[in-house]
């Protein structure tokens, strides 16, 4: 289950990630590689840090064309997916849950403590999006207001406990999908933010 939720995750993030390479004027291989960083990028970056190899899209290169014909298929259907906005906020919310919780795994197959798993979580979940907002010249979601890397870190958080009680894997990954996407599209259909700091004096 899990696997197919990874597909269609990866699917989503290219698809709005070529939107975004759209909106910079990119060619077709602009479109694809921020594609590929959106999609795949959080876990080369945890893999990178931890080091942990083969990464995913050399062990699956079948994912490299997945996201690359998705990307392709959103710069044909730009306007539809336009009107269809709501629906890819969902899957972006389901896509961060389901990589958290990857990248949760993946630290724990590697012995690691709970607060790197943690961050492996949020890394994983939050990263591809980090890089593609840098190389398209925006501030990156995850230094908005927005609760998009505390979702992460409470899904990561919520699987962990569901797993020190005893709660089975397969049960506790919906239950933390079931709390970290509720988090995600309730701070968004309401508007919750996260505290801001604003300073506007010059040290000079």
């Given at each position: 289950m ?21 909106r910079?004027?990119m ?9 590929w ?8 970056i ?5 080091n942990?190899?083969?990464m995913?899209w050399v ?7 997945i996201?690359a ?6 710069a ?6 336009t009107?269809?906005k ?10 961060l849950v389901?990589?958290?919780i ?6 724990q197959q590697?012995?690691?403590p ?5 961050l492996?979580g ?6 591809g ?11 990156p979601?995850l230094?908005h ?8 870190i ?8 569901f797993?020190?009680?005893g709660?089975s ?5 919906v ?24 300073y ?5």
């Amino acid at each position: 289950m899990l696997h197919i939720l990874y597909i269609i995750a990866i699917t989503a993030e290219a698809m709005t990630a070529a939107l975004s390479a759209g909106r910079r004027d990119m060619d077709w291989v602009g479109v694809c590689i921020i594609a590929w960083v959106t999609a795949l990028g959080g876990g080369t970056i945890r893999n990178i840090l931890f080091n942990h190899y083969p990464m995913s899209w050399v062990e699956h290169p079948e994912y490299l064309l997945i996201t690359a014909a998705a990307a392709i298929l959103a710069a044909f259907i730009a306007s539809i997916m336009t009107k269809l906005k709501k629906l890819f906020l969902y899957l972006d919310a389901l896509g961060l849950v389901v990589f958290t919780i990857i990248g949760c795994q993946i630290a724990q197959q590697i012995n690691l403590p709970t607060t790197i798993v943690l961050l492996s979580g949020m890394i994983t979940g939050c990263a591809g999006g980090v890089l593609r907002d840098v190389l398209c010249n925006d501030i990156p979601l995850l230094f908005h207001k927005e609760i998009y890397a505390s979702a992460s870190i409470v899904t990561g958080a919520a699987y962990l406990g569901f797993e020190y009680f005893g709660i089975s894997a397969g049960i506790a990954i919906v239950l933390a999908c079931i709390i970290g996407l509720a988090l995600r599209l309730l701070s968004i259909r309401y508007k919750w933010q996260m505290p801001k700091f604003v300073y506007h004096e010059e040290w000079h």
